[in-house]
C-alpha cells in the first residue's frame, strides 16, 4: 500500500524527534499532544495519537456516589433479576464483541 506522506526526521543526541508539521496537522496533534508508536514484526513502525480518557466530573461523582452507597447498604445490593439476564442472552445471541475495541461514534452515558 503506497503512503499517503512520507516525511523524514532526524533524531537528536538526547533521542529526540520533531514530528513534522504536515505529520502533526494530519494526526490533528497540537503542542502537548501524544503520539503512540507500534512496532510489528517485520520491524515496521507506525504512529497514532494517543487518546487519553478524559476524566468526567458528573460520572465520578456519580461513581463515588454509588461505591460510599454500597459500602454503606450492602443490604440495597441485589442480585440481577434471572428473567432479564434471560432476555439479555436472547438478544446478543450470536454477537461477537471485543471489549477492547474502541467505540465508534459519539457516546452519551
Do not use: C, W
Amino acid at each position: 500500500m503506497p503512503a499517503l506522506l512520507k516525511k523524514v526526521s532526524t533524531i537528536t543526541e538526547k533521542g529526540q524527534v520533531t514530528v513534522p508539521k504536515s505529520v502533526r496537522d494530519a494526526l490533528g496533534l497540537g503542542y502537548g499532544g501524544r503520539i503512540a508508536f507500534y512496532i510489528d514484526e517485520n520491524r515496521h513502525v507506525s504512529i497514532e495519537k494517543e487518546i487519553e480518557e478524559e476524566d468526567d466530573p458528573v460520572v465520578d461523582s456519580f461513581l463515588s456516589f454509588l461505591s460510599r452507597d454500597m459500602e454503606k447498604h450492602p443490604e440495597h445490593i441485589q442480585e440481577f433479576p434471572q428473567a432479564l439476564r434471560q432476555r439479555m442472552v436472547e438478544l446478543t445471541k450470536g454477537m461477537q464483541v471485543d471489549l477492547d475495541d474502541p467505540i465508534i461514534g459519539d457516546v452519551t452515558i
